[in-house]
């Protein structure tokens, strides 16, 4: 059994908007990180999956709740524990061409982070650069190019390498294959299984596509405006209960013609986070709703063994 390296507890965010409104970006999440495992965390555009783990991150404070990493609340670090904690938990964006500078050359990016630390010198960039482009399965060679000329799969790699510079216990993927076309994702997600294999890292994985999640996924967290829905092992994805997370698995995209068939489309609109309905958030798209769920927001529960669901009619 694995330990648990990170517990998220109770995290709020809103953002306060025009008008003295608030914007309810997280909702009282809760989730237990289990060491040398993938949490996958899924769910539409603008459900709260970046707000999340930025709060995680430390890169915004919560409206309320706790992050405990190593037996301390990250959220309150200051100062130089906080960059000394930017250590263990590093972060693969969706675009890394928009977080390298174009005039770096790639043995400058990948070892930014252990200059900033101070644990390397500058002689031995370039060494140390192709040691971790061969980790990630590029040619060494590649230290002196720039990042504009090199393919998409190469930048995200790159970007991988640079996040495993610190040899961090944690890290944290948003969209990271979201912009690559299928094989390439594919490559990146076996890559990133063997280095999990390899050297023990906890994922945080954030992606809309929940079939890539299920595949390499050990927990999988349904993300609706706001609010964890479902909560469920990877391999158990199938017996999801929560109407939200059957409708995204019944969406899924078959390459067998035959299991097409049975695909449905979610239909009706998200709700706004400036305006949230009274009930359920997702009541205005289930098909199986009920007056309590226009009545009375469901918590999540322990539907079996490890599986959390909020939905009355569960
Ligand atoms: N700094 C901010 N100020 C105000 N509102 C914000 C801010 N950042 C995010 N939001 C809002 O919070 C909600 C959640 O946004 P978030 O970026 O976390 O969604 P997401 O699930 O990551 O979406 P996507 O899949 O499109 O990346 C959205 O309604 C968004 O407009
Ligand atoms: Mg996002």
Do not use: W
């Amino acid at each position: 059994m694995s330990e648990t390296i990170m517990q998220v507890k109770h995290i709020t965010k809103k953002f306060p908007v025009s008008g003295n409104k608030f914007l309810m970006a997280c909702d009282d999440i809760n989730l237990t990180i289990k060491s040398g495992q993938t949490v996958g965390i899924v769910g539409e555009s603008g459900c709260g999956k970046s707000t999340l783990v930025k709060t995680i991150l430390n890169m915004h404070a919560p409206t309320s709740g706790e992050v405990i990493f190593h037996e301390k609340d990250i959220t309150k670090l200051k100062g130089e524990a906080k960059r000394q904690n930017c250590r263990n938990i590093q972060m693969v964006f969706q675009d890394p061409t928009a977080a390298f500078d174009p005039k770096m050359k790639i043995a400058d990016i990948i070892c930014e982070p252990l200059l900033n630390f101070n644990l390397i010198k500058k002689s031995q960039i370039k060494q140390k650069a192709r040691e971790l482009l061969e980790l990630v399965e590029l040619p060494a060679d590649l230290v002196d190019r720039y990042p504009n000329n090199m393919s998409g799969g190469q930048r995200q790699r790159v970007a991988i390498a640079r996040a495993l510079a610190l040899e961090p216990e944690i890290i944290v993927c948003d969209e990271a294959t979201s912009a690559l076309d299928v094989s390439v994702q594919a490559k990146i997600i076996e890559l990133l299984v063997r280095l999990q294999r390899e050297k023990n890292i906890t994922y945080i994985f954030i992606c809309h596509d929940l079939a890539l999640v299920s595949l390499f996924s050990h927990r999988i967290a349904v993300m609706y405006l706001g609010n964890i829905v479902e909560k469920i092992d990877g391999d158990k994805l199938q017996q999801a209960q929560h109407p939200y997370t059957q409708a995204l698995l019944r969406s899924i995209f078959y390459v067998d013609e035959e299991k097409n068939k049975n695909i449905e489309t979610l239909t009706g609109e998200i709700p706004s986070p400036l305006d949230l309905p009274i009930g359920c958030p997702f009541q205005n798209r289930c098909k199986y709703c009920k007056d309590i769920c226009k009545q009375t927001k469901p918590q999540l529960e322990e539907v079996s063994s490890n599986h959390f669901v909020a939905c009355h009619l569960v």
